[in-house]
């Protein structure tokens, strides 16, 4: 179960970093540099989900719903859990 958890996480990290990219490289179109500073961002948590947010947006002309499910996908899972290792704790 853990293996399947691993590549989802990997491949929402594939599109999350050329989201990023694409962005970057619109908006700003330095080269090589685009390339560096997407990877650079790609994991850095929330940080990453919302320049993964906007590339979908503004770059992919993604609706606001269907890059929302896929970059912040995490933060219900976090909450979910946060509930229940504090009830779990009473």
């Known amino acids: 179960m853990n293996v399947i958890f691993y590549v989802l996480y990997l ?10 990219w694409d962005a970057i490289e619109h908006y700003l179109n330095w080269g090589i540099f685009d390339f560096l500073i997407a ?37 219900p899972v976090l909450i979910i859990l946060f509930f229940a290792e504090s009830s779990a704790r009473d």
């Open 39 to 75: 990877l650079l961002v790609t994991y850095v948590p929330l940080l990453g989900s919302v320049l993964g947010y906007f590339g979908a947006t503004q770059v992919w002309h993604w609706e606001p719903w269907q890059a929302l499910a896929l970059f912040f996908w995490y933060l």
């Open 11 to 20: 491949a929402i990290g594939f599109a999350q970093f050329f989201a990023i």
